[in-house]
């Protein structure tokens, strides 16, 4: 992890042409964060799809810290991501675990807010996203694994929309990693 292979620059120019054809729209939209845009990028069309969960496993693998056991993320966007990664880290002889984060903590059973195996407090877990505005998801997820006693040292995204994100996570201590910015898309 962390030195790119030889295909990295490959996966990366074929995810985003699947995210241009797949994921890209242009016009009038408001965003989760509540904020109005032009532009619209809903990454689950490429990210449930064999090929495109393929390549952004392979490229976050590239990313991410060696030193995380670990990758999260909020459900439902990160649910594929988290998969992927795990899954592709496993076929490469490299051991992650899981953690599903749940918006709203189960009313029944457990009442568990994380899904997954049970890891040692201080596990250092990174966090995986779909696209990162003003990091507000990101900082959920982040709040809600420091509160269960891990440690979270970076965000994996695949898009940056460069709207605040980057700066509302380094103020967590926090690094943003990602795979493309707004600027590859227009």
């Known amino acids: 992890m962390n030195n790119f292979s030889q295909n990295y620059y490959l996966y990366k120019k074929n995810l985003l042409k699947l995210l241009i054809e797949k994921s890209y729209k242009k016009g009038n939209f408001t965003l989760a964060s509540g904020k109005q845009s032009a532009h619209y990028l809903n990454c689950k069309p490429v990210s449930l799809n064999g090929i495109g969960l393929q390549l952004i496993s392979n490229l976050?693998?590239?990313?991410?810290?060696?030193?995380?056991?670990?990758?999260?993320?909020?459900t439902l966007g990160a649910d594929p991501l988290v998969s992927g990664v795990i899954v592709t880290a496993a076929s490469k002889g490299l051991l992650l675990d899981a953690l599903?984060?749940?918006?709203?903590?189960?009313?029944y059973g457990t009442k568990a807010g994380l899904e997954g195996p049970i890891l040692k407090e201080g596990t250092i877990v990174t966090v995986l996203e779909d696209v990162v505005t003003t990091a507000g998801s990101a900082i959920k997820a982040i709040n809600k694994l420091r509160e269960n006693n891990f440690m979270v040292k970076e965000v994996l995204s695949i898009v940056d929309r460069k709207e605040g994100g980057y700066e509302a996570l380094k103020e967590q201590n926090i690094q943003l990693k990602s795979l493309f910015s707004i600027e590859d898309f227009i």
């Open 100 to 107: 599903i984060i749940r918006k709203e903590v189960k009313e």
């Open 60 to 74: 976050f693998l590239e990313l991410i810290d060696s030193s995380s056991k670990a990758v999260a993320g909020l």
